[in-house]
């Protein structure tokens, strides 16, 4: 009968209950966020972040810094009383160009616009391109067979000769300039985003909203645009740099933003038709540029790690 006592209950499940609901509790307790997983990603790129970095300076030293560098940019008969292709000094630092402008605050001037018209044009890049192959991926047959042969068309002509033809046709204002880079970058940001569609519409859960009678502007709305938007933000991002790059192409080709207003590629046009060469209107310009479309890159390849479903933890 003691022997009878001493024999475990196999109804008594209390410690093993105990230890598997702690398990269950620690497993969940260990579930890191997918925001913070993506942003753990994204920090471990140190040069996304020493880019992220550079950016944000270059955006405050652009908008922020005529307010304390006070110079005249937009009247050129005060400008020409300055001494034109001036060295640096201490009244200029980085000196004066042919038309007697201040070249640092001349940098800012035409960051603003560089920047703000860049930015402005991938905008418009995206969310073209975005719609574009949404739609043609997304409803398939006849409608992405037209899209896709539209689109094949577009893309069989050189993007420059495109750029300089709008550009010679339509008036060159900073609106126009804005709608016309922005309505020639999205041709491959189109193909990407139609991927997308076409792989996500195919999927288990699209197919069974589907058969639950949702339609088509919700299964895109809840399934096919929010599982895409990895690529879209990283697209996005090179979009941008893309629409910096096409303004200051045009720029330097003698086709920017008309006085008095400029951007960075129409004052390295200006600087290169000076002679003799004046290194100051020419290599802070360039490398600020560069490094610009640089950092970008770098950004847009860091985003697009953070979203790669992959590297996420289950």
Same mark, same amino acid.
């Not at 090179?238 to 893309?242: G, L, M, P």
């Given at each position: 009968?003691?022997?009878?006592?001493?024999?475990?209950?196999?109804?008594?499940?209390?410690?093993?209950?105990?230890?598997r609901a702690r398990a269950t509790t620690s497993f969940e307790s260990? !579930? $890191?966020? @997918?925001?913070?997983?993506? *942003?753990?990603?994204? /920090?471990?790129?140190?040069?996304?972040?020493?880019? !992220? $970095?550079? @950016?944000?300076?270059?955006? *405050?030293?652009?908008? /922020?810094?005529?307010?304390?560098?006070h110079s005249n940019q937009t009247n050129q008969a005060i400008a020409l009383n300055n001494q034109t292709n001036a060295a640096p000094s201490l009244h200029h630092l980085l000196g004066t160009d042919g038309s007697g402008f201040d070249v640092f605050g001349r940098i800012m001037f035409g960051g603003e616009y560089s920047l703000s018209l860049g930015i402005l044009a991938g905008f418009i890049t995206i969310v073209v391109g975005t719609i574009y192959g949404m739609i043609s991926g997304f409803i398939g047959g006849a409608v992405d067979a037209t899209f896709m042969r539209i689109l094949d068309a577009l893309l069989s002509i050189?993007?420059?000769?495109?750029?300089?033809?709008?550009?010679?046709?339509?008036?060159?204002?900073?609106?126009?300039?804005?709608?016309?880079?922005?309505?020639?970058?999205?041709?491959?940001n189109a193909r990407i985003i139609r991927g997308d569609a076409l792989v996500i519409k195919e999927l288990e859960?699209?197919?069974?909203?589907?058969?639950?009678?949702?339609?088509?502007?919700?299964?895109?709305?809840?399934?096919?645009?929010?599982?895409?938007?990895?690529n879209v933000v990283t697209v996005a991002t090179?979009?941008?740099?893309?629409a910096i790059l096409f303004l200051t192409t045009l720029g330097y080709l003698g086709l920017g933003i008309p006085a008095p207003a400029t951007d960075w590629g129409t004052m390295l046009n200006n600087a290169a038709q000076v002679q003799p060469f004046y290194w100051w209107q020419v290599y802070p310009l360039a490398a600020i540029f560069i490094l610009v479309i640089v950092a970008i890159t770098y950004i847009g390849e860091a985003l697009r790690d953070a979203f790669e479903v992959r590297l996420l933890e289950r």
């Open positions: 009968m003691s022997q009878l006592n001493e024999m475990p209950n196999p109804l008594h499940l209390d410690g093993p209950n105990d230890e260990a !579930v $890191v966020p @997918l925001w913070r997983q993506r *942003l753990r990603i994204f /920090l471990q790129n140190k040069l996304a972040i020493a880019s !992220v $970095v550079y @950016l944000v300076l270059i955006v *405050l030293f652009c908008y /922020l810094g005529p307010i304390i560098w050189p993007l420059i000769f495109l750029l300089l033809s709008l550009v010679t046709i339509f008036p060159r204002t900073s609106t126009n300039l804005i709608v016309i880079i922005g309505v020639i970058g999205w041709f491959g859960y699209t197919q069974a909203s589907r058969a639950m009678g949702a339609g088509w502007w919700h299964i895109v709305r809840r399934h096919v645009f929010p599982n895409s938007v990895s090179f979009a941008i740099a893309d």
